[in-house]
């Protein structure tokens, strides 16, 4: 029987497989069953050997956010790695341009094989337009090897990227005659003639069905071609013939993505060692990753996981419990997550999500936000008030505000009832509430203030709320244009961006500092008083940079672009702009290159050269680029602008609704910067 685990690969796969060394990408597409993951490990494990470096990255969700975690992940422990955690998966020509950009300075000057397996199961398309670029671009060192069931690249792409691109399908792979023939004598089987052409005609090569009629053979000296599903055939020769202990085991085995043997002990709750060691020795759907951890083949997981389900439902739950008590006692929060709600163990859970200040949260997690608070008991939720100021915080970022707003009565609840907490914790609680609520208040900076300063006088240490690394401005290349609002005199704007700041400063350690210096000197050039903005606009210069915010920094550019302009001076920023020749770190957001491109499109609007304008603005696509929500105002009136400067008067009357206030305030900005351009009086304060 162990003979029958052993992998084969004939002389023909094997100069296939030696083709992966000269191939920048190589795209392996055969449906399961056809030992792809199997082919591109053995390979790999011979590169290993020559000392070449091999990243694994296995797709265990549809979602763009889990498949960036695993690139990440893929590189981590490298400069590469260190710099792609600072970046999110790009969905723009911005992030795709630094992400590059990224890969061309600090990949490894060696050898570098990235197998990424699974791609069938990845939904997302911005992740497979940065696999197209990336194998576009062509990296000298870098031989990228993916795997899916279904196609990859289209046929336009595939065109696009010629002989770049070395492609294996299910007929490389499939086994021939004579390699069946070998396979089953290396197994130690005597098999006729008649047998091998009946087993071959039914199988077609397949892979995986040859495997299980093999081991069927091997026990009952029979084939079973005549089975109608590869799943029934996974269950009747691997699981019913095991003794109890073991038929649990593997279904335990087939319920993580990956899993250790401990793992699988613990969660079957006795000692097991000797039974996981014999499972892992006559089974080959069972894979050992680079990693060191196991997985199932996926046709195994469905077996199993269809077997599992089965179970009485207490049962299922202990197992799932365990299982998530499992990844909590190794820190892996957020694989926690999902189990212990799975075993109702409400108490692990918020005990987890406690762990995870910094969480970046799986799709999975997002459908069950809500659900976690609703069914868990009351008295569990009290005792953990933390867990759901960080849930709170997700709802946010994820514009639920409603149920936000409802969690909050359940979170003043639970300090109420916690008579465990100190005074100092309950007001540091009550203050980090004060932060959350505040951008509730978006787009009133006295409204925001309320919240920080109650904030300040609770808090006895910074906000875990807040980051300074955030983009303070989302993007806008503009302070003013987030924080002028209908009705607001602009005198008063200043005066409650001068007031409301500083406290803030405080409490967010200089988050967004030169904002209020920079606002004063936007209304000044506003006002036409352009000999007076330059000492507000120097201080917000030497704030932004003492305090390390780009995005007050790059407002300040853009300012700067504008006063020259009106001075009659060719701005050299505008064109070090449209170049992204910048002074940023390759590693900051690609969301500043969007915020760079709006500030040179803006200044060539004005001067009249469309053409020097980045597409994006006036595309029709302008939704695609990376702004977040409350700087998309401050895109529309540039993207504006920049129609007017083309001449596109239908395009642009086209994007203002009928009848929609919003579209107001932008055409008569633009309206504004052009009088302002062309010599005419400016408006005095007042009126605007």
């Known amino acids: 029987m162990k003979r029958l685990?052993?992998?084969?690969?004939?002389?023909r796969i094997k100069e296939l497989l030696a083709e992966l060394q000269t191939a920048g990408t190589t795209l392996v597409v055969a449906p399961m069953g056809y030992g792809k993951t199997l082919a591109v490990q053995y390979f790999l494990q011979e590169q290993e050997r020559c000392g070449k470096k091999v990243l694994c990255q296995s797709i265990y969700g549809a979602g763009a956010e889990a498949f960036w975690q695993g690139v990440c992940h893929s590189w981590q422990n490298t400069e590469l790695g260190a710099a792609l955690l600072q970046q999110?998966?790009?969905?723009?020509?911005?992030a795709k341009t630094l992400v590059l950009e990224l890969f061309r300075q600090l990949l490894p000057q060696e050898p570098v094989y990235w197998f990424i397996d699974d791609l069938h199961l990845l939904e997302s398309s911005e992740a497979i337009d940065f696999l197209f670029a990336l194998s576009k671009a062509g990296f000298a060192?870098?031989?990228?090897?993916?795997?899916?069931?279904?196609?990859?690249?289209?046929?336009s792409r595939l065109l696009e990227l010629g002989r770049k691109v070395f492609c294996l399908d299910k007929h490389d792979l499939a086994l021939q005659r004579d390699e069946l023939a070998e396979y089953s004598s290396r197994c130690g089987l005597q098999l006729t003639a008649q047998q091998l052409d009946a087993l071959h005609e039914a199988c077609e090569g397949w892979f995986s069905v040859t495997y299980l009629n093999f081991l069927n053979y091997d026990r009952y000296q029979r084939f079973c071609l005549d089975t109608g599903?590869?799943?029934?055939?996974?269950a009747n020769v691997l699981l019913r013939p095991l003794p109890s202990e073991q038929q649990r085991l593997l279904l335990l085995m087939g319920q993580p993505e990956e899993f250790t043997p401990e793992q699988v002990a613990y969660a079957y709750g006795t000692s097991c060692r000797e039974s996981v060691g014999r499972l892992l020795e006559c089974n080959a759907f069972i894979?050992?990753?680079a990693n060191g951890r196991l997985r199932c083949h996926h046709m195994l997981k469905q077996a199993t996981r269809h077997a599992f389900g089965l179970l009485p439902e207490a049962e299922q739950q202990m197992y799932f419990r365990r299982l998530g008590q499992w990844y909590a006692q190794q820190k892996e929060y957020e694989e926690a997550l999902d189990w212990l709600y799975r075993g109702r163990d409400f108490d692990g859970l918020l005990a987890a999500v406690q762990q995870l200040r910094d969480w970046s949260m799986h799709p999975q997690h997002r459908q069950h936000l809500f659900d976690w608070l609703c069914e868990c008991p009351p008295e569990i939720l009290w005792q953990y008030p933390q867990a759901v100021l960080i849930i709170m915080r997700r709802m946010f970022s994820l514009n639920m505000v409603p149920e936000m707003l409802q969690v909050k009565e359940w979170y003043v609840t639970a300090l109420e009832r916690n008579t465990a907490l100190s005074q100092r914790e309950r007001d540091n609680y009550y203050g980090e509430l004060e932060v959350i609520l505040s951008f509730l208040a978006f787009?009133?900076?006295?409204?925001?203030?309320?919240?920080h300063r109650r904030a300040y006088k609770l808090l006895s240490g910074a906000p875990q709320t807040l980051s300074k690394q955030g983009i303070w401005t989302f993007g806008a290349p503009s302070v003013l244009g987030l924080y002028l609002r209908t009705g607001c005199s602009l005198r008063q704007t200043v005066e409650d961006m001068q007031e409301c700041m500083p406290p803030y400063y405080l409490l967010s350690g200089w988050h967004g500092a030169g904002a209020a210096e920079l606002t004063e000197a936007e209304a000044l050039l506003l006002q036409g008083r352009i000999d007076e903005m330059d000492m507000p606009l120097q201080k917000a210069y030497y704030q932004a940079e003492k305090h390390v915010q780009e995005c007050i920094t790059i407002c300040c550019d853009f300012l700067e672009m504008q006063r020259d302009l009106f001075r009659g001076v060719y701005s050299?920023?505008?064109?070090?702009?449209?170049?992204?020749?910048?002074?940023?770190?390759?590693?900051?957001q690609s969301m500043l290159l969007n915020s760079a491109d709006m500030c040179a499109g803006f200044y060539y609007a004005l001067l009249g050269k469309p053409e020097y304008i980045p597409s994006w603005l006036t595309d029709g696509n302008g939704q695609q680029p990376s702004v977040l929500y409350p700087a998309r105002p401050c895109r529309n009136y540039i993207s504006a602008q920049c129609l007017l400067a083309q001449g596109q008067y239908t395009e642009l009357l086209v994007r203002c609704p009928t009848g929609s206030r919003n579209a107001v305030p932008t055409v008569i900005f633009c309206a504004c910067c052009i009088c302002r351009y062309k010599g005419r009086r400016p408006l005095p304060a007042e009126a605007m």
């Open 5 to 11: 685990n052993n992998l084969y690969y004939s002389k």
């Open 88 to 94: 999110s998966l790009p969905a723009d020509a911005n």
């Open 141 to 155: 060192d870098l031989h990228l090897l993916l795997v899916s069931r279904g196609q990859i690249f289209d046929g």
């Open 229 to 234: 599903s590869v799943y029934e055939m996974i």
């Open 287 to 289: 894979i050992r990753l």
């Open 443 to 451: 787009n009133s900076i006295t409204g925001m203030s309320e919240h």
């Open 572 to 588: 050299s920023k505008a064109e070090a702009y449209s170049r992204h020749q910048w002074q940023l770190q390759p590693w900051k």
